[in-house]
Each structure stands twice: as C-alpha cells, then as structure tokens.
C-alpha cells in the first residue's frame, strides 16, 4: 500500500469509527485509539511505515500542551489552592510512590516503575471535565473537588514530560543527577521564555492585530507556538514544555479566546493522529491473551485512586460522600497517561508488552468513565452512610410557613433572581432551588428561601411543595437539564404549569413536548424588546406594538425565524442543523417550477416555508398561493438547511 493509500485508509477508518463511538456517545479519544489499533501492524497492517506518522502526531501534543497553559489560571489556582495544595498534590505524590513500590514488586526497574506510576497517578481532564458540565455535577462540592486535583495534575504532567526523556540517557544510578539537570534547565528555559513572553508577545501581537487579517494571527499563533517548543527541544526538554510554557504567556492577555479558537482545530486533527498512532502500538494479541491480567490492573489501580482521594478529600475537611464520588470520578486514566506513554515508547522505557497492558486498561476505564461519574454521587452516598445527602439543606424554609399558591423557581442565577424580586413585589410566595452551594448560603443569609441541590431530584421537588404550587418556572436556561427537570416534575404532578427559560428556540418543540407550557427563548425576547422600543420611537401606537408582539408569541415567533447565516454565526454544527435559516432563490429562465404555482411546489410536505417572494423590485411578504412564478422571481425560504437545499434543487432541476 502506496503512502496516499495509507493516508486515505487511516483517514476513512477514523471518520468511520469516530462517528460511530459519537453516536454510542463515547469519547472520541477512545474512538481514534480503536482506529489506530485496527489500522496498524498489529491489526489490518495498512500503516506500512510509508509515512512517518510520529512527527506530525507530536505537534498535535505540543498544540493540546499550548491550550492548556491557556487555560491555566494563575488566579483560579490561587483561589482553590487549599484543596489543590492539600488533595491534588498529595493525590500524585501518594498515587505515584504506590504504583512505583507495585511495579517495582513485579519486577520492573525503577526507571520503568517511575513511568508506570506517572500514567497511572493522572485522570483525564477532557472526560471528566466536559462531563461535570453536561451533567450539571460541576458546582457540586465533588465536582470542585474534581476539578481542583485535576488543575494539580495538569500542572503535574509538564515535571514528566522533563524527568522521563533524563531517565532513559541516566539510568537508575544517576536519577538525582538526571533531576538537578534537568531542574536547572527548566529554570533556565522558563525564565528565557517569561522574559520573551512578558516584554516581546504582547507587543508582537499587539502588532499583528492591528493588520486585521485572520491567516496573519493564525500563522503567528503557529510560530510562537513551534519557536518556544524547538527552544525547549535544544535544551534536551520536550516540544510540549515549550509549548505549555507559550499558552501560560498567552493565557493572561486580552487574545486568549482569538488564540484558543485559532489553535483548536489544528490541535484536534493532529491530537486524533497522534492517539491513532498509539493505537497503532497497541498489541491486540497480547489484550485478548490477558484479559483477567488487563482487567485487574485497571481495577487495581481504579480501587487504589479512589481510595487515597478519598482519605485526602476527608483528612482536608470535606464530607464523605463528596470525598467518595471525587474519587470514583477521577479514578480513570487521563489522556495524559497516553502522551507519558508514547514518550516512554519513543526514549524506550517501557517495553511494548507493558503498554499494551496500560493502553487497554486505559481505553476500557476511560469508556466506563461517563457511567460512573452519572452514578458517583449516589455511589458515595451508599458508601458514606448519608441518607440525608438530597434534603440535608431543607433547612432554609422555615418549618411554620404554610406554602401554597407559591412559585417554585429551578435556578437562582441572575435571571431566577429577578424573576423573585418581582414576585416579591407583588407578595408572591416563591421558593428557589439552586445547585452552587456559594449563592445559596449568600441568599439564605439575605432571608431568601433557598434550597441547595439539583431542581431533578424528586425530594427537593416535594420539599418546595410542588404539589400546592401554581407555576415552577425554570430559570437556568440549560435545554438538556431543563428536559430532566420537566420530566421530573411532570412524573411528580401533571397540571403544574411550567414556564422554561432557554437561551434560543432550537430545542424549542423538544421542550414542549416534554411538558412545558410555555417556553421563552431569551435570544427572542430580547429581540421582540429591541423591536417594541423601535417601533415606540418610531411613533407607532403602543397599542399597536403590544398587538404585534402578543401575536409573535402566539405565533411561536415565527417571524423571528429564518435569519440569514454569516461565516461566523455563533453556533455549534449541530445546532446550525437544527435552526431554521432563511436562503433566497433565484429562479433562473429554465428553473423547472417556472409557471407552476406556489402551491404545487407543496413546500409544506418539504418542511420549509417561504418568506416573501420579490419581483420586479417589489416585496410580496406571504404571497398567495396561487401566484404563478416567473423567472427572475427571489424566493426567499426559510427552513432547516439541508431542507431548503433539497427544496432549491427541486425548484431549479425538477428532482423529486
């Protein structure tokens, strides 16, 4: 197989097999190591050693190292350094010397224990991350906890990437001299590089984007981002130190998001080849020969990060059942744990059977992560004893008020908290029930009532007497959460009415169907606002203006549909699927629907709608049905995109 070929198997096989583990909803990390597993010598063998993959894989290392000092806050560790100092620090420092003493005991050398025991000691910081935030968990005090070790692990992976690459040219017998070399080179190399950073990278960019052109910023981005890498290389550091070292920089300055979003889809491309490449490594024989073997380590050291964060967590002042479920949800191996690997593989520190070992051990407690982090929290209260875990703050009502007739508000952010002042206002009773333990003890200082917890757990549902409630209103804008909060108090009562806030109408239908009555998309009310106070000044009778509004309302804000898309809309792909764009035609003098009537073209079965129709300069907004179209005609559609570009190919070609 010729190197093209190479390329367009290894490239097929990871759209394939990244699409289908997104559709199992499993993380696309896993997905491109399967790829790399099938496509290699020790699967279907397509990967001939025609192309040197490793080169490009590793700046897709140094790009993800480069994010991450990005991301790195100097501040946010200092404001959680209580939990980072006294939980994350000794979780790698404890975690480590255990899984050296237990490599080390089944006979591995220092060198390659010290290797081990680095992989293992780090959790994944994309996994358990994004999962926090889709499941609402991350404002839970195990979710802070979670997140304050794994900002110490992140931090942790930059000494391994130096001491690793020493301990191959040392040997275990000048381990300490390997160590001060490679500390007085790490000082040498971040002081050059803050000093660079600190007088010359605000101006350079500075510089750069008054030119206000975007390939110029991108370019530089890549150069500051490989020039700091190669600097740290020369030094016999590695590429990703540099590049951690050029995020951190960069990470204070007012170009942080431009910088981030310039380098996310190089970083993504290049991070997927580079865990193909591991996957390539991977032995599938050696997994499917010690199944018991692979199994028991991933169990093993699963149970032992569980254990030591959670005596940590309790011994740091926090509660047991918080203490568990931060253990359970950083108990997997992280994606750092990869890097550290394919690094030992490349300085030959750790033999190809051992990381096989640890490669699928990894990939199986990684797929299992999304399941156990859903579950952490109830595993904790179980193993805590806690049965008071859903109810222990119902103590901000006051036990003698008689609720009834009252608001029960899910989220007392800033909207929930404006929408109690005007219920205040108008001597409304209302409870709220918000999930940040912070805004919650502030409020219930104030006198508010206030319950900590999630708005999905049936018994803080009941705690804010749903059942003689008149209206819940659900104020933190999230669609997926808002869905499970419905469904919850839907299962609990089914005529409470149910106003969601959501911040547009994409998942709009989805919302009511699921039991809201009424759905209001901030996005659209904020333009109806701006639009009453044009038409106010404007001199059109309020009357009037309240009349046209009222009607948008009733009309689910159909008029509001169907903007047009510029090459920035601030939207995701999926959500542009889902929107309804408006998309002008012109109908050229041999378009197949010349002659027909708009009502033949039946665009209702096609799912879209037309918005005005033009011709000969002038705007016929809604036309009738019967008009017969002529060319030169502009028919402006709105609909879903792949819907209206069926319909134009309809219109133009006469395809079905």
Not at 7 to 28: D, E, H, M, Q
Not at 140 to 167: C, H, N, T
Request: net charge neutral; charged share 20%; glycine share 8%.
């Amino acid at each position: 197989m010729t190197g093209h070929l190479e390329i367009l198997a290894i490239l097929t096989s990871a759209v394939l097999i990244v699409w289908i583990f997104r559709r199992l909803k499993l993380p696309a990390i896993l997905a491109y190591l399967v790829a790399g597993m099938l496509v290699g010598e020790h699967g279907l063998d397509w990967a001939q050693g025609h192309v040197n993959y490793d080169h490009f894989a590793e700046l897709g290392i140094v790009f993800l190292l480069f994010t991450l000092g990005l991301e790195f806050s100097l501040p946010k560790l200092m404001a959680m350094r209580h939990l980072v100092v006294s939980v994350g620090s000794l979780q790698v420092g404890i975690s480590l010397v255990i899984f050296i003493v237990l490599a080390m005991m089944l006979g591995q050398s220092f060198s390659t224990a010290f290797v081990i025991g680095g992989i293992l000691a780090l959790s994944s910081t994309a996994i358990v991350v994004r999962q926090l935030s889709e499941s609402g968990a991350m404002k839970r005090k195990s979710g802070q906890l979670s997140v304050a070790v794994l900002l110490f692990q992140d931090v942790a992976v930059v000494p391994f990437l130096i001491i690793i690459p020493m301990l191959a040219t040392s040997g275990d017998s000048s381990m300490v001299l390997a160590l001060s070399m490679a500390l007085i080179k790490g000082i040498v190399v971040v002081g050059l590089l803050l000093l660079t950073g600190k007088w010359l990278l605000p101006r350079l960019f500075n510089v750069i984007a008054q030119v206000r052109t975007d390939e110029l910023f991108v370019l530089t981005t890549l150069l500051v981002t490989l020039v700091a890498s190669a600097l740290t290389q020369w030094f016999g550091l590695s590429m990703a130190l540099g590049a951690f070292l050029a995020g951190m920089m960069l990470g204070e300055s007012q170009y942080r998001h431009q910088l981030e979003a310039d380098i996310r889809p190089y970083r993504d491309i290049l991070l997927g080849l580079f865990f193909i490449t591991v996957g390539m490594k991977l032995d599938i024989v050696i997994l499917f020969s010690s199944p018991l073997t692979i199994f028991s380590i991933m169990l093993s050291f699963m149970v032992i990060k569980v254990v030591v964060i959670k005596i940590l967590a309790v011994r740091a002042g926090e509660a047991s059942k918080d203490a568990w479920a931060a253990g359970f949800m950083l108990s997997q191996m992280g994606e750092f744990g990869f890097v550290l690997i394919a690094l030992a593989g490349q300085v030959e520190l750790l033999p190809l059977d051992v990381a096989s070992m640890l490669l699928g051990a990894g990939v199986i407690s990684m797929a299992l992560t999304p399941y156990i982090i859903n579950n952490a929290r109830k595993w904790g209260v179980w193993l805590s004893h806690d049965k008071q875990v859903d109810t222990e703050h119902l103590e901000g009502l006051t036990d003698n008020k008689n609720l009834k007739d009252h608001v029960i508000i899910c989220g007392f952010g800033r909207v929930g908290q404006t929408v109690s002042r005007f219920l205040k206002q108008e001597s409304i009773d209302f409870v709220a029930i918000d999930i940040d333990p912070l805004r919650t003890s502030k409020a219930r200082d104030a006198g508010e009532n206030v319950l900590f917890g999630s708005s999905r757990q049936a018994e803080l549902l009941q705690a804010a007497h749903l059942s003689t409630a008149k209206l819940v209103v659900i104020a933190f804008g999230e669609d997926r959460q808002s869905i499970e909060v419905i469904q919850k108090v839907r299962s609990l009562s089914a005529d409470v009415p149910i106003l969601v806030r959501t911040r547009n109408d994409d998942q709009l239908d989805a919302l009511q169907e699921a039991g809201a009555n009424e759905v209001v998309p901030e996005s659209l009310e904020g333009s109806l606002m701006l639009v009453s106070q044009v038409l106010s000044l404007s001199g059109i009778p309020i009357s009037r203006i309240i009349r046209r509004v009222q009607k948008e309302r009733k009309n689910h804000y159909n008029h509001l549909h169907g903007f047009y898309q510029g090459e920035h809309t601030d939207m995701g792909p999926e959500a542009i699927d889902r929107i309804e764009f408006a998309h002008a035609i012109l109908l050229t003098d041999d378009a197949f629907v010349i002659g027909h009537s708009i009502r033949s073209l039946n665009l209702t079965r096609r799912r879209v709608s037309i918005i005005t129709l033009r011709r000969d300069n002038q705007e016929i907004e809604e036309p009738d049905e019967n008009i017969i179209l002529k060319p030169q005609d502009t028919l402006v559609l709105r609909g879903k995109p792949r819907r209206v570009e069926r319909a134009e190919r309809y219109m133009q070609e006469g395809e079905k």
